[in-house]
């Protein structure tokens, strides 16, 4: 990977963890800022932030789940451990060299008063099973939030070093026979004169879809949006593509074609403005077809470039998911 394209993955990491700050801030029970690191040959360290009071919920526990790739749901998974509910750190014991991501999760009591019980447990140290702890799995994941993006070993060495070891252990090659070298990685975030479109019957069911049905008389489901810039074709280049998707498949709220194709869109658009309203229309395409966690991401992302706009969706993610 070429020095600038690295520097450049860090800025873009960098950048979305400080954009998460506002979110770690929120009154929902996500905690924030993970961090794994390797303390010895056989032990992981893992670290986070709480969340700062979440209203009406009490935090009864802090699960941890552990898997051999990237967690993007909790799902049908048995968490490795539950400890003290103001617990900020973890120790994770390895017996092998794979590669591991963690989640962690708040463990939540809808409560009257709110905030942190004070008595529930004396021993901070303990890790309790889960079936003592009181309590529902705040299932939210979100990647760079509670959830760990790279994979993490105990001797700290990455599988690309590895795999490069083997290749060179393994592989005899020839005179002036070029040696192969790895594919560079490539990370790519997941980055009006219309009359303002009413949403379809479709598209609503699909969200209330994921709402309980003791709520759906309550759920608001967001208008889509469009922005000013798209309104009116440009005579070439970007905008004029984008517009054509919005045109032939956005505005008449085809999501689940849309969304592909905003996606392709996106993964090949330099940055700029026009990828940032392409990836929030992507965004806007996710919450429509119940893809919750990946729309948060994506609003997430954008919320220094659309402040006002990212946050309303974003509140609106998470609300449908709570109600689910």
């Not at 799995?137 to 590895?162: M, W």
Request: hydrophobic fraction near 35%; glycine fraction near 4%.
């Amino acid at each position: 990977m070429k020095k600038t394209q690295l520097f450049k993955r860090i800025f873009l990491i960098l950048a979305l963890s400080l954009s998460f700050c506002a979110f770690s801030q929120s009154s929902r029970p996500v905690v924030s800022d993970i961090e794994a690191s390797t303390l010895s040959t056989n032990k992981i360290e893992l670290r986070w932030t709480l969340p700062q009071n979440p209203s009406g919920k009490t935090i009864t526990g802090i699960s941890i789940y552990r898997d051999i790739k990237p967690i993007k749901s909790i799902d049908n998974m048995i968490p490795l451990a539950v400890t003290h509910p103001r617990s900020e750190t973890w120790q994770d014991t390895v017996t092998d060299l794979k590669d591991y991501y963690y989640a962690v999760v708040c463990v939540v009591l809808e409560s009257e008063s709110g905030g942190y019980e004070n008595n529930l447990y004396y021993d901070e140290q303990y890790d309790r099973k889960p079936s003592e702890v009181i309590g529902k799995a705040y299932t939210l994941i979100l990647p760079g939030v509670n959830a760990t993006v790279s994979g993490i070993r105990a001797k700290g060495r990455s599988s690309a070093d590895t795999i490069i070891e083997q290749q060179k252990s393994e592989k005899i090659y020839r005179d002036n026979e070029l040696r192969e070298r790895p594919l560079p990685y490539m990370d790519i975030l997941d980055g009006e004169s219309y009359p303002e479109p009413t949403i379809d019957k479709t598209a609503r069911n699909n969200a209330l879809s994921l709402v309980s049905l003791n709520d759906k008389k309550n759920a608001t489901v967001m208008e889509n949006y469009i922005f000013e810039e798209d309104g009116v074709k440009a005579e070439s280049g970007e905008d004029a593509a984008l517009f054509d998707i919005l045109k032939t498949s956005f505005i008449n709220r085809r999501y689940t074609q849309v969304e592909k194709e905003l996606y392709d869109f996106v993964l090949y658009l330099r940055d700029g403005d026009t990828k940032d309203r392409a990836s929030f229309y992507l965004g806007e395409c996710y919450y429509y077809n119940g893809k919750l966690s990946d729309a948060v991401r994506i609003f997430i992302s954008l919320q220094d470039k659309y402040p006002a706009l990212s946050r309303k969706w974003t509140d609106a993610c998470l609300d449908l998911y709570e109600m689910n």
